[in-house]
């Protein structure tokens, strides 16, 4: 059913196969939101214009719907939107949590996605507010488990069913409750109550959040934020291993004259320009847009925010086949301090993202301090105790060979020590500033000190080129240094 084909950290571009839509899609991919009331964008247009090739809509409105009820029980969901592609539907958990209670239980509304032609359904789980005390979360996961088992028991035929992962703020309820809904066997994991989390740019909660559910999942487990759709934190989602993004923010920032950018969002009467080359914006400027009447200034504004947010979609796919999503995390994470934020919440699950980074990508580029902490780094600095040091004194120089040492090593912040024979292989073929950062320097201090710890017969130099107290430091006392920068010829 998921297949991942390439990989970036833990980001992977994949392949869902959804049998009952006869489709298989592309991943990472963007599920719209459709909300049968209130159509800004048909899913036809959605299809034909964008390329859409998975939207979600929720079964809940349908069922409760006098105008659409009885259309999508005869009709279907595919003829009753005009899509061709895979439908996912919402269970109501979002009103659950909203409004405290909803009239339908998992069987029943399990029932009613079957009987509309939903490709994609889901049980009745109960999202955890992030501020929610463990008592509640667990209260609500024992809930929400109850439900998935009821789906695991549901006769679904060819209709896939997701299985949310639930927890609150509490990485162990995560954790737990991913294991418990892989265990149930049923096809795709949603991390949920993530939105309000997103809301308030507390992006290194996210983190933490997806990071503890992914540990729970087994490596072929499609993952779906559940309510990520703003495009700026599309590739520190991807990232982490999240696989599928469900937006309504296209439709619900238009409506309040937002625009959508990767850095964040603009409202429309601060703009004097559009920083954008879509069909919308370089077909207007603000002023027209703002000219317009309620109705065609929402559909444009709409328009422009699905075309970016596509359109980082489809760059998150090339990065991670180029090999360099970290570098556009990294790029990503200086559009807001919370998103920096995020990105070194990742770093901190570096040995985990390394289990699946490839070891051979596009050149390592160093364009920040977080550089320093990537998981390459981390390989890099736990394959130093494997390798064989043939020689009673070693120079690990960021300079020449010199002829008072048995064996001259290279020194490459952040990675530290590099073996002549490797020095032409990656990460070490990594592109770093002349003017070193202080992180970087550390890195490589660390790596010198585990290489010289798991070879304590060697002495061991260093020659570095002015590097920081903080750095010389981490040394281990055995260990020499020469400033370069102080040396004559």
Known sequence: MFEARTYDAAGRVGELTVPRAGVTVETPALLPVINPHLQTISPAELEQEFGAEI????????????????????????DLYGFSG???????????????????????????????????????DVPTPPNAGRDQAERDLETTQAA???AADFDAGEMLINAPVQG?????????????????????????????????YRYAEMVEAVAAAKRGLGA?????????????????????????????????????????????????????????????????????????DEPDREDLLARHNLHVTYAELRRVKQAIR???????????????????????????HADWLEQSDPTNKDTFLQVSAESARRPEVHRHHERLTR????????????????????????????????????AKTYPLTAEIPERRSRAACEAAADGVARLATANPETEFTIGHFDWPASALARLPETVARIDLSEEEG
Request: aromatic share 8%; with cysteine; glycine share 8%.
């Open 86 to 124: 895979a439908i996912m539907t919402d269970s109501g958990s979002f009103q659950l949590a909203e409004y405290g209670n909803i009239d339908v239980d998992t069987a029943e509304i399990l029932q009613f996605q079957a009987d509309i032609g939903s490709d994609i359904a889901t049980p009745v």
């Open 387 to 422: 390798l064989t040091v043939d020689a009673d004194t070693v120079l690990v120089t960021e300079g020449g060979n010199n002829d008072r040492f048995v064996a001259t090593w290279g020194l490459k912040p952040p990675f530290g020590p590099v073996p002549r024979a490797l």
């Open 168 to 200: 609150g703020a509490y990485p162990d309820l995560r954790e737990r409750a991913a294991r418990d809904a892989y265990a149930t066997g049923l096809d795709i994991y949603p991390v949920g109550a993530v939105v309000p989390l997103l809301n308030d």
């Open 220 to 292: 072929d487990a499609p993952v779906h934020l559940f309510g990520a759709g703003h495009p700026m934190m599309f590739a520190l989602a991807a990232a982490l291993g999240c696989d599928l993004f469900d937006s309504a923010a296209y439709a619900l920032y238009a409506r309040d004259d937002r625009y959508l950018t990767v850095r964040g969002t603009e409202h429309l009467g601060d703009l004097h320009y559009f920083p954008c080359s879509c069909p919308v914006c370089t077909a207007h400027t603000p002023d027209d847009v703002a000219a317009r």
């Open 55 to 78: 939207l979600i809509t929720n079964a809940y409105i349908l069922y409760g719907s006098d105008e659409y009820r009885e259309q999508a029980l005869a009709e279907g969901l595919h």
């Open 148 to 150: 998935l088992e009821t």
């Open 322 to 348: 180029r090999g360099n999503l970290l570098e556009l995390v990294d790029e990503r994470a200086r559009s807001h301090p919370a998103m920096t934020d995020g990105y070194r919440t990742l770093l901190d």
